[in-house]
């Protein structure tokens, strides 16, 4: 095999640093370098085909060669390369997509506007509520409550969200006292001993409840939530927790914002998570498979009431000043109006009803080996959470890194997944895999799972 110089310089000095652990994966040959795909399979520079386990980044929802999506960004390249949204401007993909996403989001959202990443529609997402307060002369409505283990992006704003270590450590963050965090509804770690599921989500009620009474309600403004909490281990809510906590939200006049980011579009078996959970949010943030990921875009979606407000106070001050270069890109935009109209006309829901039951099996069988503690998942989504010791839960010490040497385990039999915190490992495969690959996904881990057990119980 041979390289340009420019391309071997890089794989010489270039390595992957994994973001969770800053453990350099490929320590000896560089980065893993993906040359092509073919609906769920990618292969490498050396021609070597992987399984791509995790859809990319959780986000490549129709595989990597779907046609249909090239072409809608070739004509839209070729009509109207770009335009933007500002000062009443806009393109007929914008509105034709802003249209069609909200047919088919919960009711709860009338309004529309699209931004380039899910951090950067995090992001804004705070500020408007922060406006929106202001406009309501509730200045000290400010606080912002999400959950341990949240991911919620990587942005300053989106960082304070993130309650996880990796995002903060050596980036001074927090620093705002704005920012609250309440226990992750993982029953499995955050369970006390002899708890039922009901007793725990009533607690985690109580704790929501008592946080904001501790702050005062006329302080508090919003919760964020993933209905799965996807980066920070793939946490599947038990069934009565959204029930519980969304009283408590509306009781003290805090609002709601559903991050979807990677639950929505089909991925948890409905087209939203928040329509898996019965949420009806009055914000909700929307990114990745919005365009199967093959052009950046995102959404932000908001309530009637919510709109008007900032809408009044705008004309109170003659604009608002909140906007993006390249939010609402007309060629992004045509992209993700095709990936909309794909899962309609192709059932992609439908596919991942279909497919879901052999996947769960397939991953509840993975309790089986000695390493997994929890196999945990819904829809096309999930994890499995690496042990010491099934019976008492005891983790591996920190320093074996025991979901990223489990990924790192997998890659030689041809499958990516990716080694999260709290030592989970991630499952989340494009959704038009079909029911062998399932099988060959859960294959290649147990075999990276055994060849993993080697190594970690060496170490320990």
């Known amino acids: 095999m041979t390289h340009a110089p420019n391309s071997l310089a890089a794989r010489d000095i270039a390595y992957l640093v994994h973001p969770y652990t800053n453990l350099r994966v490929h320590e000896k040959q560089g980065p893993l370098v993906i040359t092509k ?74 309004k529309a506007w699209f931004l380039n990443s899910g951090s950067e529609a995090i992001d804004t997402a705070i500020k ?30 989106g960082g304070h969200l993130t309650a996880l270590e990796y995002a903060r450590k050596g980036f001074d963050l927090p620093m705002a006292e704005r920012f609250l965090t309440v226990t992750p509804p993982t029953w499995y770690r955050e369970g006390m001993e ?16 008592d946080l904001i009474l501790e702050h005062g ?78 052009l950046p875009i995102a959404g932000l979606l908001m309530s009637d009431e919510f709109y008007q407000t900032l809408a009044d106070r705008s004309a109170e001050l003659g604009t608002i000043g909140m906007g993006y270069t390249y939010g609402g890109h007309p060629v992004a935009a045509a992209v993700a109006l095709e990936t909309l109209k794909i899962y309609e006309e192709e059932d992609t829901l439908g596919h991942v009803q279909a497919m879901a039951p052999h996947f769960m099996q397939r991953l509840k069988a993975m309790e089986e080996h000695p390493l997994v503690g929890e196999a945990r998942g819904v829809g096309l989504i999930g994890a499995v959470e690496i042990v010491k010791d099934k019976a008492t839960r005891e983790q591996f010490p920190a320093a074996s890194k ?14 990516i997944l990716r080694g999260l915190p709290f030592d989970a490992v991630g499952i989340c495969p494009p959704l038009v895999i079909n029911e062998a690959e399932i099988d060959q996904l859960f294959d290649r881990l147990w075999s990276g799972l055994d060849d993993a057990m080697d190594k970690l119980t060496a170490a320990a």
Request: aromatic fraction near 10%; charge should be negative; include cysteine.
């Open 402 to 415: 025991a979901s990223v040497t489990v990924a790192n385990a997998c890659q030689p039999h041809g499958l």
């Open 194 to 209: 002899g708890e039922t599921e009901e007793q725990f989500t009533d607690r985690l009620a109580k704790e929501l409840e």
């Open 217 to 294: 309600p006329d302080t508090v403004a919003a919760f964020f939530a993933e209905p799965v909490q996807g980066a920070g281990g793939v946490i599947v809510p038990p069934d009565s927790y959204f029930p519980k906590i969304i009283p408590v939200l509306k009781k003290y006049d805090v609002l709601f914002v559903a991050d979807e980011v990677i639950c929505g579009f089909c991925r948890t078996g409905q087209m939203f998570g928040s329509q898996t959970y019965g949420i009806q949010p009055d914000l909700m943030t929307v990114a990745k498979q919005l365009s199967s990921a093959y």
């Open 128 to 157: 408007l509520i922060w406006y929106y307060n202001n406009a309501k002369d509730r200045p000290e409505k400010k606080k912002i409550i999400s959950r341990r283990r949240a991911y919620h992006g990587i942005t300053l704003a």
């Open 37 to 110: 795909g073919k609906g769920v399979w990618v292969e490498d520079d050396d021609g070597k085909q992987y399984l791509e386990g995790l859809a990319g980044l959780w986000c490549t929802a129709l595989g990597f060669d779907n046609k249909r999506l090239v072409d809608a960004a070739k004509r839209q390249m070729e009509t109207m390369p770009y335009s933007h949204q500002f000062a009443h401007r806009s393109t007929m993909p914008v509105i034709e997509l802003g249209e069609k996403l909200l047919s088919m989001t919960p009711d709860s959202l009338t």
